[in-house]
């Protein structure tokens, strides 16, 4: 009886332990050359204001204003959208965050084929156009 008391035990603790485990190792990995590419576009004015526009016109429902991922449609979420401010997010490289926002996962849409005027960037670049590293820019803007 005692080791039917001990072996229900482990089986209890260990199904608790995944229970809380497994949903944090869902980590976004992001492919070696995404995370090695450089943003070509310069982070100069003109590029934050149209980052500025598309992040504007895509991402502040669930990112928030200001980035903090508080934005309305937030809270109805299975996840918590990221805070653009934090230093975590900031130390990412722009390939990374260019791959997220291309790709998303799980709530996170890809955005790809919307950022305006990029519906025929090839993968594993910025794209064709400025818009992809205006977006990049602007994200940027908020570690300031």
Same mark, same amino acid.
């Given at each position: 009886?005692?080791?039917?008391? $001990?072996? %229900?035990?482990?089986?209890?603790?260990?199904? /608790?332990?995944? !229970? &809380?485990?497994?949903?944090?190792?869902?980590?976004?990995?992001?492919?070696?050359?995404?995370?090695?590419?450089?943003?070509?576009?310069?982070?100069?004015?003109?590029?934050?204001?149209?980052?500025?526009?598309?992040?504007?016109?895509?991402?502040?429902?669930?990112?928030?204003?200001?980035?903090?991922?508080?934005?309305?449609?937030? $809270?109805? %979420?299975?996840?918590?959208?990221?805070?653009? /401010?934090?230093? !975590? &997010?900031?130390?990412?490289?722009?390939?990374?965050?260019?791959?997220?926002?291309?790709?998303?996962?799980?709530?996170?849409?890809?955005?790809?084929?919307?950022?305006?005027?990029?519906?025929?960037?090839?993968?594993?670049?910025?794209?064709?156009?400025?818009?992809?590293?205006?977006?990049?820019?602007?994200?940027?803007?908020?570690?300031?």
């Amino acid at each position: 009886m005692k080791n039917i008391v $001990v072996v %229900l035990a482990v089986v209890a603790f260990t199904i /608790t332990a995944y !229970a &809380f485990i497994l949903p944090q190792q869902d980590v976004w990995k992001v492919p070696e050359k995404y995370e090695k590419m450089k943003n070509p576009v310069i982070a100069d004015p003109v590029s934050v204001k149209n980052g500025n526009e598309i992040y504007s016109s895509h991402c502040t429902n669930c990112h928030g204003v200001k980035g903090k991922g508080d934005g309305k449609k937030s $809270v109805s %979420l299975n996840s918590i959208p990221s805070d653009f /401010t934090s230093p !975590a &997010f900031q130390k990412q490289t722009d390939g990374a965050l260019l791959y997220k926002i291309y790709f998303g996962h799980k709530d996170m849409p890809g955005f790809k084929n919307r950022i305006p005027d990029n519906d025929d960037v090839i993968e594993g670049s910025f794209g064709k156009t400025r818009s992809p590293g205006d977006l990049v820019n602007f994200l940027r803007t908020f570690a300031k």
